[in-house]
């Protein structure tokens, strides 16, 4: 089944760009001047939005001392954990329907593969033992 390959090298390059993307988005922040306790508050509220969206691959990153401690470090982490949660669930959805289009597909051949092997055996049945012979030489 060289789909399933396909859509584990998927997952595991997603997992692989969540990770990279939150660390880029904390830097993105960064450079465009925002506070650091924010950009840091941001990039682990994102990772940890990815693992409350169902990312298997993310980790629950907060640090609760500072969460308490720091409006900058918690407005970050609260924006970061909404933002990412929402692509992760809306990434998590579209893998659902990726899958339940493939399982479609794959029952809709197995369908289709019983439905000819059925139409072979009647028209077996219904042919005599000289007509399959001589349909067997036609083949040939």
């Known amino acids: 089944m060289r789909w399933q390959r396909y859509l584990a090298a998927g997952v595991v390059t997603a997992a692989a760009g969540i990770t990279a993307a939150c660390t880029t988005e904390e830097q993105d922040l960064l450079d465009r001047g925002f506070p650091p306790a924010y950009a840091q508050g941001y990039g682990e509220g994102c990772e940890s939005g990815h693992k409350a969206g169902g990312d298997g691959f993310s980790q629950l990153r907060k640090n609760p001392q500072r969460f308490a401690a720091d409006n900058l470090y918690k407005q970050g982490w609260e924006d970061g954990f909404a933002t990412c949660k929402g692509e992760e669930t809306a990434r998590q959805q579209e893998m659902?329907?990726?899958?339940?289009?493939?399982n479609r597909h794959v029952e809709e051949k197995k369908r289709k593969h019983s439905w000819e092997r059925e139409l072979e055996r009647d028209i077996e049945k219904a042919l005599s033992k000289k007509d399959m012979e001589l349909l067997k030489k036609l083949g040939n």
Request: no cysteine.
């Open 96 to 102: 659902q329907s990726i899958l339940a289009a493939q």
